[in-house]
């Protein structure tokens, strides 16, 4: 996906580690097993992309977000790892909140902006200046997107 682009993923996967990833891990007692088959509120999903109709950048409406542990940016080896394993994109926030939200109850949802090429797809370094320049261009898409949902 190309820098500044917005996605709504509607899966995920966690290759994050030392996290706290549920509310239950002293009270073993009230463990409760969620179904996690959709990760993302699917009713909320669909409110932020029927929201983004007319705005005026494309949006895509479904991707598998893997999350890395950070905060350093992953090496080429293993982002050819995680586009074998079926991710779109790569991020290193997008769990445990996922989940928390979901043993909560919550209604969840993630707007991602993609902040830079990934290691390997382009060649060249990465640099902070180009992740910064492509986060301002993105961010201000995704609040005009939160904009649009609020007013839906």
């Given amino acids: 996906m190309a820098p500044a ?42 409110r ?8 005026d950048f494309n949006l895509v409406e479904t991707a598998t977000y893997g999350c890395t542990q ?13 586009k074998r394993d079926g991710c779109d994109l790569v991020g290193m926030t997008g769990m445990p909140e996922a989940a928390l939200a979901r043993e909560l109850g919550m209604a969840y949802a993630n707007i991602s902006v993609v902040a830079n090429w990934a290691a390997g797809i382009v060649d060249g370094e990465i640099t902070m200046a180009e992740i910064e320049k492509n986060l301002q261009i993105g961010m201000a898409r995704a609040l005009k997107l939160l904009q649009a949902v609020v007013a839906a």
């Fill in 5 to 46: 682009q917005i996605a709504i993923p509607d899966q995920i996967i966690d290759y994050s580690y030392g996290r706290e990833h549920t509310f239950f891990a002293d009270a073993l007692e009230h463990v409760t097993h969620i179904d996690f088959t959709e990760p993302y509120t699917p009713a909320l999903r669909q």
């Fill in 48 to 55: 932020i992309i029927a929201a983004a109709q007319g705005l």
């Fill in 70 to 82: 950070g905060p350093r940016l992953e090496t080429i080896a293993e982002i050819r790892r995680l």
